[in-house]
């Protein structure tokens, strides 16, 4: 990717994690209504099989309803992964802000996308149904999810808001160091534990804290 439309994917995934952007201002109650009953529908049943016919029986709304909200399939399945990948930047940012060294943020970040990937319906069933999707898009999407990850990451651990940021090269080292265990485990979890546990938590503070330093 070159640098300027690296920059600007970078611009958009903060702006998605920017509590005052527009395009995380919240849904109509009903739209928000479809919008979760498709998030439902995605990790039963995956995108390829979902139909705004189940979308609507799982809102409780009509499929004329459905229609005139979102116009077709393919813009509420868009709107419906806008949203979630909305709401797991917003999550970790969150928690990275609460953050106060760099050590510190850069585990948070890898500790908050493990449990935000297991708490995800459309990940879920992407890891147990269509493994291989999951890879198609961290590896071979156009910009890849790695490179996103890694674009993500690096920004939060360069933010000239903590004393201790690190500069801008070696926090996209550290970042694509971080990005590839979080993305192991989710792909294998430990002990086939699902989410972020206690061993994998202290793990990733102590790494974290020997890469930074």
């Not at 479809?34 to 029986?57: E, S």
Request: proline fraction near 5%; charge should be negative.
């Amino acid at each position: 990717m070159d640098d300027e439309r690296r920059a600007t994917w970078i611009d958009d995934l903060v702006r998605f994690a920017s509590p005052s952007s527009p395009s995380n201002d919240e849904p109509s109650p009903q739209n928000s209504r479809i919008l979760d009953a498709a998030l439902t529908v995605l990790g039963k049943h995956g995108d390829d099989h979902l139909t705004i016919d189940m979308v609507a029986d799982q809102a409780r709304m009509s499929r004329m309803t459905v229609f005139r909200r979102f116009g077709s399939k393919d813009n509420l399945l868009a709107q419906t992964y806008r949203r979630e990948l909305a709401r797991v930047l917003n999550d970790v940012a969150a928690h990275a802000a609460a953050t106060t060294s760099v050590a510190d943020r850069c585990a948070t970040i890898a500790i908050r996308l493990v449990e935000c990937a297991s708490e995800s319906p459309i990940v879920n069933w992407q890891l147990r149904v269509a493994p291989e999707q999951v890879l198609h898009l961290w590896r071979n999407a156009s910009p890849s999810g790695q490179s996103l990850g890694v674009d993500f990451y690096a920004a939060m651990l360069a933010d000239p808001e903590l004393a201790d940021c690190l500069a801008t090269e070696r926090a996209r080292i550290v970042a694509d160091t971080m990005i590839r265990i979080v993305m192991a485990h989710i792909l294998v979890p430990e002990n086939g534990h699902s989410g972020a546990s206690p061993d994998f938590g202290a793990h990733m503070r102590d790494l974290a804290t020997r890469l930074t330093n």
